[in-house]
Every structure is written in C-alpha cells, then in structure tokens.
C-alpha cells in the first residue's frame, strides 16, 4: 500500500535567469502553482519590470531579506517568504510561514503534511542552504495524517537550475537525505543548523521515516548493466505513466551513452571512498545538437556499484552532454597547449578526465555534473556548457 501525491500538472516548471534567482524562480513557480487556477499569477523572476517597482519576484525579495545576517544571502528565507505574501497571498485567509527545526524528519513530516492538506507545493533549502527547489510530490507508504510516521519512499522536486532550462527529478527518499537533504544550513545566522521550508505551519506534528541504503560498494558495473538496469526501473517503477517522463512512451526515444559520476557532496573528499552513479540519459534518435552531440530529455541515475535506482530527471529543454573531447579542448585553450603537445600527453596519460558532481557555484543537479581534468599537478572542471572553472567555489546562500 502507498500514498501518493503529484502536483506537476499544477505547477509550472522555469528555469532560473541569473545565476542567483534560485529563489525567484522558485517563486515565480509555487505563485503560478497554486491549486485553483483562478489564484494563479505570473510574475517576472527580475527586472527590467514594466512599469517599474516591486512587481517582480527579485526586487521583492530583496526588499524583505534579513538586514542583519552575518553573510549576505541571493534569497533568504525570509525574502522567499515575503514574496509570496506581497505577490500573491493565499486565498482564504492563508499564509506563509518560514519553518525551521535542527530535525530533519520533523521538517519533512511538515512538508508533506501540508502539501496533502492544501495542495500548495513547497519551497525549501538544499545543499545545506546554497539553493532552493520546489517540492512537487512524493510517494509514502501511508498517508501522512496527524500523529502518524509514514516513511518516505520518493520525493519530486522541481529546481531551477539548469539555467534558463529548468529540471524535474524524482528521486527515492534515501538518495534525498544522503545528496539535497545531506546537511542542515551551513551559513552563521537566523537559520544555522537548521533545515528550512516556506509552509503554513500545520496543525498536527508526526515524523517522517526514511529508509537508508548502502551507496557504496567494491566494484563498478559496466555501462551496459547500467542501461539495464535503468530500463528495468522503468519498468518496475512504471516511470514511463509519471508526468513529465511519459515522453518514455514516444517512439523514437532511445537510450544514450552512459556518464560515470563521481560524487563529492561535501569538499575534501578527494581521496576519500564516495559514491559513483551512472547517469543514462534518454534522447531521440535524430535530435542532436552541436557537432551532431545527441540531445537529451531526461535522465535516469542508478547507483554505479548496485544499480539500484537512485533518481529520474527530465530537463525543461533537450540539453546537450559535453563531449570528453570538447571538454579537453577547452582546458588545452586555457594552458595555450599545442594539438600535437595535447595528444602526446593523452598518450602518457599525463592528461586524465572525470566527470564529477559537488554542489557548488558550477551546479546543483547531480544529473547536471561537470568534467574535473588532471593536466599533471594542475586541475581544471568544465560544467556542460563548456565554462571553465579553476576552483571549486562554494555557491552563494540562497543561489
């Protein structure tokens, strides 16, 4: 027996304008998602705004974030909150509420307490405070009811990044505690320690279970095992009758080249032993974008040791994978390394290439990862749009 609750069909799905309208655009989601269609309304993430003044989502933000925060934030609780009060008020004397609390079950149970209560989708912290998503659904083993303990079985975000694309991923309850939902805000202030979402506080307290899975393990599986048994959650999932990964169901939808990713959520663990998954992405046949790279809409990740399902990601917009190649050219470009000097160190394997995924200023979607390439001592990352990046920077909060 299970629950289940699926607010895609409300909700609309934008992709975040600037690098720090996480927020905004979450915003500009949860307004235009309310569940009667006659209290939705759309609003620009940011300016340039006509006429001009707090009639878009960043500006209002901005005028209701916390003053006395030790580190500035792009969207503070506080300023998410204020937008959708000032923008557009729930009906019938509704609110919006920031709710905190250092338990993480605590917070969730409230998640979804509300969404099953209103239907109203939920905004809330990822990456221990850099980013905001848009919780649109789950699925639990019961429903969760005052006083009850349902343990949770898959959550559906919507989050705003890929850049003007937008991403829509469903993932099982273990792999969201132990990759979004890994660390309670990391940032000094108000919200230190503390897992956060902007909800009407509830009536009823409970708690919510989440079921812990082992994400490591002694030897890879093969890309072939990987597309296997990607193919073979669909199945048993039944992924392909869940909007929006019904576009499964076209013809001409294939799978694509297998992504081995490896995963540091937290910095430092280079030498660490962490979780690799494979990512398979699914793409038409003649959809191709630049250089004739294959164009994907969606994705599913499996754990790359088990292949155990970990998440499906469908893409606001086909995106196009970097080639190993092309992401080698760009680091040859920045170190002024001739063609010939490049290939010899192919070669001697003085050159070596990993596609990785940390939450940072280069990405927040593990289906959305970048190349971290070794020339010698010296490490460069390329995220899949080609932008090269010499560090690892930690996003902004609220990003």
């Not at 209701?64 to 998410?80: F, H, K, M, Q, V």
């Not at 998503?133 to 349902?150: M, N, Y």
């Not at 597309?227 to 076209?250: F, G, H, S, V």
Request: with cysteine; hydrophobic share 40%.
């Amino acid at each position: 027996m299970t629950f289940q609750l699926n607010l895609t069909g409300n909700v609309p799905l934008y992709g975040q304008e600037s690098c720090c309208w996480c927020g905004a655009a979450s915003a500009q989601m949860i307004m235009n998602g309310y569940p009667n269609a006659a209290d939705r309304l759309f609003f620009p993430q940011g300016p340039p705004t006509v006429p001009p003044g707090l009639t878009n989502c960043w500006d209002v933000i901005q005028a209701n974030n916390s003053s006395t925060e030790p580190i500035a934030w792009c969207t503070d609780p506080l300023g998410l909150r204020g937008c959708l009060r000032t923008l557009n008020p729930p009906p019938a004397g509704g609110t919006w509420n920031i709710f905190m609390d250092t338990n993480r079950d605590a917070v969730m149970f409230d998640i979804l307490y509300w969404m099953n209560r209103n239907n109203f989708p939920v905004a809330t912290l990822i990456n221990r405070g850099d980013h905001w998503v848009v919780i649109v659904g789950f699925v639990t083993d019961v429903q969760p009811l005052a006083g009850s303990t349902p343990v949770l079985n898959q959550i559906t975000k919507y989050d705003p990044e890929p850049h003007n694309v937008g991403s829509n991923s469903t993932m099982t309850g273990a792999v969201w505690n132990a990759t979004d939902w890994n660390g309670a805000v990391r940032f000094a202030g108000t919200w230190s320690n503390n897992y956060v979402a902007v909800i009407e506080p509830p009536v009823a307290k409970g708690r919510v279970v989440v079921m812990k899975v082992k994400r490591i393990g002694e030897k890879i599986i093969l890309p072939e095992e990987a597309i296997k048994n990607a193919k073979r959650a669909i199945e048993e999932l039944k992924l392909r009758d869940k909007p929006p990964y019904t576009i499964l169901k076209k013809k001409g939808i294939k799978n694509l080249q297998p992504i081995l990713v490896r995963e540091e959520i937290k910095p430092g663990l280079e030498k660490e032993k962490v979780p690799y998954y494979h990512i398979v992405p699914f793409g038409f046949e003649r959809e191709t974008g630049e250089c004739g790279v294959p164009l994907a809409r969606l994705c599913v990740i499996v754990n790359a040791y088990t292949g155990q399902f970990e998440e499906i990601t469908a893409f606001g917009k086909p995106i196009r994978y970097l080639p190993e190649k092309e992401a080698i050219d760009v680091v040859a470009k920045a170190l002024n390394l001739r063609k010939e000097e490049t290939e010899k160190m192919l070669s001697k394997k003085t050159i070596k290439t990993a596609m990785m995924f940390q939450p940072s200023e280069i990405t927040h979607i593990r289906a959305y990862p970048f190349w971290k390439i070794t020339v010698k001592e010296k490490v460069l990352y390329i995220d899949q749009l080609g932008k090269l990046y010499r560090t690892i920077k930690p996003a902004t909060p609220g990003d």
